[in-house]
T-cell receptor
Framework: SQTIHQWPATLVQPVGSPLSLECTVE??????LYWYRQAAGRGLQLLFY??????ISSEVPQNLSASRPQDRQFILSSKKLLLSDSGFYLC????????????FGEGSRLTVL | KNQVEQSPQSLIILEGKNCTLQ??????????LRWYKQDTGRGPVSLTI?????NTKSNGRYTATLDADTKQSSLHITASQLSDSASYIC????????????FGGGTRLMVKP
């Protein structure tokens, strides 16, 4: 069966520090991968999605970046965090050419101080 | 513009009562509509999927309806339990648009004893 792992679960970082959130998927190949952000009490905002290794599409201009160095690995990064980067980050995957069901990781709560 | 609007934004009900959550969408062309349940601090999990030809679908105490003509969906929860306390998110997939999804802002449901 397929599983998705996301870490760290909780992160407290100072403004201006770097960020790296990692996500891996097991039990499937060539998944579509996504990074979403959810501000407190708000809906899900798509940040990045990837249909293959090295193929990243950005939905929202910001100081975040994403990379997909391997088929089932998706990394969210920042060189210098802003206060506004605080939020709940969710990694998700879906199978190519299907109904589009998203399978989410457990999330990473980022607090920038 | 492709949008998904959910109502109410939040809802408080007593344990054992029923409730209905609404989702209106303007996404076109329509492929399918999913309802997700998101427990606090967790990733969303799919409850049910509705395709164009389906009017009603049940998953235990959850019943989803779809009116493709009026572009409305509802999620009815019967005999609510404390564990139903969560955010419920309506997500619509466009046809012929890869895996691009449009998310509603969610309805935050609290079930009180």
């Amino acid at each position: 069966s397929q599983t998705i792992h996301q870490w760290p679960a909780t992160l407290v970082q100072p403004v201006g520090s770097p960020l790296s959130l990692e996500c891996t998927v097991e039990g499937t190949s060539n998944p579509n991968l996504y990074w979403y952000r959810q501000a407190a009490g708000r809906g899900l905002q798509l940040l990045f999605y990837s249909i293959g290794i090295g193929q990243i599409s950005s939905e929202v201009p910001q100081n975040l970046s994403a990379s997909r160095p391997q088929d089932r690995q998706f990394i969210l990064s920042s060189k210098k965090l802003l206060l506004s980067d605080s939020g709940f980050y969710l990694c998700a995957w879906s199978a190519t050419g299907t109904t589009g069901e998203l399978f989410f990781g457990e999330g990473s709560r980022l607090t920038v101080l | 513009k492709n949008q998904v609007e959910q109502s109410p934004q939040s809802l408080i009900i007593l344990e054992g009562k029923n409730c209905t959550l609404q989702c209106n969408y303007t996404v076109s062309p329509f492929s399918n509509l999913r309802w997700y349940k998101q427990d606090t601090g967790r990733g969303p999990v799919s409850l049910t999927i509705m395709t164009f030809s389906e009017n009603t679908k049940s998953n235990g105490r959850y019943t989803a309806t779809l009116d493709a003509d009026t572009k409305q969906s509802s999620l009815h929860i019967t005999a609510s339990q404390l564990s139903d306390s969560a955010s419920y998110i309506c997500v619509v997939k466009r046809d012929n648009a890869g895996n691009m999804l449009t998310f509603g802002g969610g309805t935050r449901l609290m079930v009180k004893p």
